[in-house]
């Protein structure tokens, strides 16, 4: 090449792009570099997810429930973790009170920053039971959506619950089924913080619930005299004592 290509290749606007197409390749570098990073941390979180799942599980089987799922499906890449658990169960076999629960799905959103903290979403025909080993009380509930959030302790148990439900049918039977437009409510099971004789166990709160009904309806056939329907209803309740 002569040496009029050399001075071409010497003036400024040649040498101004040829850094322009370097730092182009190294932004490239980057970038490519970072997706990679980013995937693997994906993969390696939402394998965190998964085996928490199961630890869970195990730990509340030790504890004397009954836990049961069906398949385990990861998903939300590249921005959140998400697991879709399939035909999940849950009861607790000793003790009281009793509890039994099934549906078709939950999701699970999980931030690996709020590790004891997860999202989930349920639609569809719950089964649930509720009251002593010797008489449960037994119904379905069929939910249009229902979202919240679980917060669990440092040993996996759960201490607040979230939830927002829309579309309520409680009952199978629709002569007799209620109607709810929506609930939203949190339980709170966190030990109490104030001091308690240890000699009063029974005065210490164990369980508390703040919630609303919004748009019950009653059956059909009900005896109203203001109407089937109520606008609002007020949830306030407090559950003392170990429960064991």
Known sequence: KGPAYKDSM???AIKSQLKIR??????????????????????????????GIARWADERRADGWMVKHGSVELGGYPLSW???????ELARQTGDPGFQWS?????????PWRPGDLGFEVTGSHDIALGTHRKLTKTN?????????LQFGPNGALQRLSLLLD????????EQALLINRVR???DTTPATQSTSPAKPHLIPSVRLNGNIFGLTLPKGTVAP?????????LRGTIMGRIP
């Open 141 to 149: 509930v069929t939910l249009a959506k229902g979202q919240g959030r």
């Open 22 to 51: 370097r730092s182009f390749r190294l932004t490239i570098y980057i970038l490519c570099g970072l997706a990679a990073f980013h995937a693997a941390a994906w993969y390696i979180l939402a394998d965190q997810l998964e085996r």
């Open 167 to 174: 579309g309520a049918t409680l009952g199978t039977r629709p």
């Open 226 to 234: 203001l109407g089937r329907t109520i606008g609002k209803l007020v």
């Open 185 to 187: 409510a949190v339980i």
């Open 82 to 88: 998400r697991a879709a658990i399939d035909s999940p």
């Open 103 to 111: 549906g078709p799905a939950i999701v699970l959103t999980w931030e």
């Open 10 to 12: 010497r003036s400024p």
